[in-house]
T-cell receptor, first 113, second 112 residues
Framework: DSGVTQTPKHLITATGQRVTLRCSPRSGDLSVYWYQQSLDQGLQFLIQYYNGEERAKGNILERFSAQQFPDLHSELNLSSLELGDSALYFC????????????FGQGTRLTVV | GNSVTQMEGPVTLSEEAFLTINCTYT??????LFWYVQYPGEGLQLLLK???ADDKGSNKGFEATYRKETTSFHLEKGSVQVSDSAVYFC???????????WGAGTKLIIKP
């Protein structure tokens, strides 16, 4: 158990809809990263938050947004969903330290039909 | 900018074979280097790490040495098992901005 919790584990929704993915980081970790992993693809970095503030953006579409709340949990909002958004979405958390070891959740598998 | 390059997969080996998965990096400064493993249907988990040049990380029979002169962090195991079948990711941490830079991942298939 990594200590990072993601909900829901599975999500099936229709094109054009909006969904929210939730992540609770490991206790004490201030940084949260969101990644997208499509079938047979590597990890695509979407966005990073540190202590409530956006720190870095990767290949995140304008239809996607995220935030980190005062209790440090984070939500990834995906809107106007397309078939191509079907993927595994991972959340990872890290300490604010030199090693920056990342702890991953089990992921949310999103299927857009 | 910083980057990580891994050998392309899939890599297919027989049980008890010797494994090497190559990883090279480009970075300014002195990053920490990591190998993560993703078993089927699971999230990523840290396999081993090294935080400075010449450090050797090891875990579960896997080893990797931080080679600054060749900017490499190759993953090795002397005798692989079917249970080692997974996707392996090499990564580095940019200490200047706490970003994690990931390789594309290498799928390893071990046949009995």
């Amino acid at each position: 158990d990594s200590g990072v919790t993601q909900t829901p584990k599975h999500l099936i929704t229709a094109t054009g809809q909006r969904v929210t993915l939730r992540c609770s980081p490991r206790s004490g970790d201030l940084s949260v990263y969101w990644y997208q992993q499509s079938l047979d693809q590597g990890l695509q970095f979407l966005i990073q938050y540190y202590n409530g503030e956006e720190r870095a953006k990767g290949n995140i579409l304008e239809r996607f947004s995220a935030q980190q709340f005062p209790d440090l949990h984070s939500e990834l909002n995906l809107s106007s969903l397309e078939l191509g958004d079907s993927a595994l979405y991972f959340c990872a958390s890290t300490e604010q330290g030199l090693n920056t070891e990342a702890f991953f959740g089990q992921g949310t598998r999103l299927t857009v039909v | 900018g910083n980057s990580v390059t891994q050998m392309e997969g899939p890599v297919t080996l027989s049980e008890e074979a010797f494994l090497t998965i190559n990883c090279t990096y480009t970075a300014t400064g002195y990053p920490s280097l990591f190998w993560y493993v993703q078993y089927p249907g699971e999230g990523l988990q840290l396999l081993l790490k090294a935080t400075k040049a010449d450090d050797k990380g090891s875990n579960k029979g896997f080893e990797a040495t931080y080679r600054k002169e060749t900017t490499s962090f190759h993953l090795e195991k002397g005798s692989v098992q079917v249970s080692d079948s997974a996707v392996y990711f090499c990564a580095l941490s940019d200490k200047s901005n706490y970003q994690l830079i990931w390789g594309a991942g290498t799928k390893l298939i071990i046949k009995p």
